[in-house]
């Protein structure tokens, strides 16, 4: 009994080592920046998702995930300086790798950040909890940016976008566009800026005070109208899906 007892031990310490291990293996990539408020943050990846999260600290942690059978063939390069995050992902030069790498990052929620752009060719990209300038996209997946303050811009080849602003600041203008995808955008009551929305293929929606008028001849639903003084601008577009502003 007591033999059957340690390798029945043995085998349950083996395989939580092995978990352990794997777990070790899968996060490959794990860095801590100190970045001040105004930097500059760019993460471009190729296969694999993004993802944004707001949080009580005081540096950017950054932890991309590798999978795939040719994980091993795939690279993070990090190309950062002073006030500056920039990482993207290489691929093999000469022929293709069955990889992809999932990025999760964490940034002072209190801090203004310049994110130049969080981007992936196939995957989605999910931001929450920030502030500052950002610009996200995605050829292929979704973008998803929730309860941020600042200015945004943010657009999809194929996929949804859907975004919703806590809080705008700064100046400049904003765009969200799909090709293929639905786009929706949720804005603060007192949105103080000059609308232009259109869709061809798709229904448009919006319960703010501006005119939508629909194309005598062919598809397609237009809407454009100036809140307040109009001091953002602020264009939501699609080509075949639906698009929608409405208050948060």
């Known amino acids: 009994m007591m033999r059957k007892y340690a390798i029945r031990m043995g085998l349950v310490v083996a395989l939580v080592a092995l978990g352990a291990a794997g777990w070790a293996a899968a996060q490959d990539f794990q860095r801590t920046y100190a970045i001040s408020a105004g930097g500059h943050i760019r993460i471009g990846n190729i296969s694999g998702d993004v993802k944004v999260t707001g949080y009580d600290g005081d540096s950017i942690i950054v932890n991309a ?3 795939g059978p040719d994980r091993d063939r795939v690279q993070v390069e990090d190309m950062s300086g002073a006030d500056r995050l920039e990482l ?3 691929y093999p030069e000469f022929g293709g790798a069955n990889a992809s790498i999932n990025f999760e990052v964490k940034a002072p929620r209190s801090v203004d950040y310049n994110f ?3 981007g992936s060719v196939s995957g989605s990209v999910t931001v929450t909890g920030i502030r500052g300038r950002l610009r996200a996209e995605s050829v292929s997946g979704n973008v998803d940016i929730r309860d941020v303050a600042g200015l945004v811009s943010a657009q999809a080849v194929s996929g949804n976008v859907n975004v919703e602003i806590a809080r705008l600041e ?4 904003m765009k969200f566009s799909s090709v293929s995808g639905n786009v929706s955008v949720r804005a ?15 229904s448009l929606r919006t319960d703010f005070p501006i005119e939508v008028q629909e194309r005598r ?4 639903r237009s809407a454009r109208g100036r809140l307040g003084t109009g001091a953002y601008s602020l264009r939501i577009t699609t080509v075949s899906g639906r698009v929608s502003l409405t208050r948060s």
């Open 88 to 90: 993207r992902v290489r």
């Open 170 to 173: 700064g100046a400049g203008d």
């Open 65 to 67: 995930y590798k999978s």
């Open 188 to 202: 603060p009551a007192n949105l103080d800026a000059a609308i232009e929305m259109s869709t061809i293929s798709g």
């Open 217 to 220: 001849y062919g598809p397609g």
């Open 116 to 118: 130049d752009r969080l």
